[in-house]
């Protein structure tokens, strides 16, 4: 079976006075139906423009998708009239933006920010797309909720603007849910509802999910495969359990080891990926993690790795067989600072 969408050498481009950053740099998954994908990588790697990319909502100027192809439900999204891409947005394929507070309208009811979609879309009358953004705001545990829908963004916490988004983004049942970081600036026990709301609705609705964050926790916990960006790239993909036991890119151990652990008590330090992300303006020919590397040699400041299979559906841009096992060498600079 044909997945729902498939992403082939997409290449976002932003054009600034400094030069030409590319943002998304020949990035390539797929998403079958009813499955959940995680999209992780640090802040500026690309995830949100990723996303902004297959929602045709990069601003132009300065953004332009540069080239590949955004096969949604067997048709490019790229070639599509910009008609075609207003039914499609919000209607099959939704989005929960990063900040609830910017991405709500700050004059307008939360209830008329729900009910226009529905009579855009689905074609309700106004009772009827009362009443259904009603049960919308009841489904996400919003209380009282046929008396919240005459409330502003501001009479809601911040917890609650979430799941009024997630009302948004459900209300015409969508195929596909791209969720930018849900769960940012929320406290523990919020973020763990809203995953909860997102698995349980996904499960209800059928609905394949795309989950952006830079929180590995949540990806472990929701996610059936895991595709790694670094500047621009995908670094590393694979089903969540595997990549997660055996982790094949430096970067990707980076990431799993700088993570907290409760088993190893309280004198374990962190082990921090060292150094800055590289700059996307004129990014060298070379492996782009490279400089920050413990495991780099000469090799990697000559060539971009390709991502080389490693396993059963799960690849890794690496030029050498490096494993959570494979000891830290010691510290050293191949051409560069370290």
Request: proline share 7%; aromatic share 4%; with cysteine.
């Amino acid at each position: 079976m044909a997945p729902l969408l498939d992403v082939h050498n997409l290449e976002t481009h932003f054009h600034t006075q400094d030069g030409v950053v590319k943002a998304v740099n020949n990035v390539s998954f797929h998403v079958n139906r009813g499955e959940t994908l995680g999209i992780v990588g640090e802040s500026g790697c690309g995830k949100s423009v990723t996303s902004l990319s297959i929602m045709r909502l990069i601003p132009n100027p300065p953004g332009r998708i540069a080239g590949g192809q955004i096969i949604f439900d067997g048709a490019d999204l790229l070639k599509a009239r910009d008609e075609e891409m207003r039914s499609i947005r919000g209607n099959r394929i939704a989005m929960i933006f990063q900040d609830p507070m910017t991405s709500l309208n700050p004059v307008l009811t939360v209830g008329r920010q729900i009910t226009e979609s529905l009579e855009l879309h689905l074609k309700l009358s106004r009772r009827e797309a009362n009443n259904r953004a009603a049960e919308l705001l009841d489904m996400v545990g919003i209380p009282s909720a046929a008396k919240r829908l005459d409330n502003y963004p501001h009479q809601f916490s911040g917890g609650m603007r979430q799941r009024v988004m997630i009302a948004m983004a459900l209300s015409c049942n969508p195929e596909l849910l791209i969720a930018d970081e849900p769960t940012t600036a929320l406290d523990v026990t919020i973020q763990a509802q809203i995953i909860e709301l997102i698995n349980r609705l996904k499960e209800e609705l059928d609905t394949a999910v795309i989950m952006i964050t830079h929180d590995l926790g949540v990806v472990a916990g929701m996610t059936d495969r895991v595709t790694v960006m670094y500047a621009g790239k995908v670094v590393e993909e694979g089903k969540t359990g595997e990549l997660f036991d055996n982790p094949r890119m430096p970067y990707t151990i980076g990431l799993l080891r700088s993570i907290p652990r409760l088993d190893e008590g309280r004198g374990r330090k962190l082990n921090p990926i060292r150094g800055l992300p590289p700059s996307l303006i004129d990014l060298p020919q070379i492996c782009p993690f490279a400089p920050r590397c413990d495991y780099a040699q000469d090799a990697c400041l000559t060539q971009t790795p390709p991502l080389r299979s490693v396993g059963p559906e799960h690849r890794a841009a690496c030029l050498f067989d490096i494993t959570m096992e494979t000891p830290l060498p010691e510290r050293k600079t191949v051409g560069v600072a370290a």
